[in-house]
């Protein structure tokens, strides 16, 4: 006999948050553009992860996140060029 726990679990489904998708792609806007204006002001060798992460106000991880999200989403742009 099946207890009606192991039914539910069966049923699971996939956690979506509305709010929580656009907090993500904030932060993930944040991350890209913090990026974008150390790339132009330093260079791109010269830029860190963690300068990066400190400039956007996230933790390190997060920047390593956002830049497999994007580049999963392929929406990378190019650096603006002055």
């Known amino acids: 006999m099946m207890s009606l726990m192991n039914s539910r679990a069966a049923k699971k489904n996939p956690y979506r ?3 929580r998708a656009e907090q993500a792609a904030a ?9 974008s204006r150390l790339f132009v002001e330093r260079g791109y060798a010269a830029t860190s992860i963690d300068a990066i ?3 956007a106000g996230v933790g ?9 999200a994007l580049a999963a989403q392929d929406r990378l742009r190019p650096c603006d060029r002055r």
Do not use: G, H, K, N
């Not at 932060?27 to 990026?35: F, K, S």
């Not at 390190?60 to 497999?68: G, N």
């Open 53 to 55: 992460a400190e400039a």
């Open 17 to 19: 948050s509305r709010l």
């Open 27 to 35: 932060t993930r806007r944040l991350v890209l553009d913090a990026a």
């Open 60 to 68: 390190r991880s997060t920047v390593f996140a956002a830049s497999e």
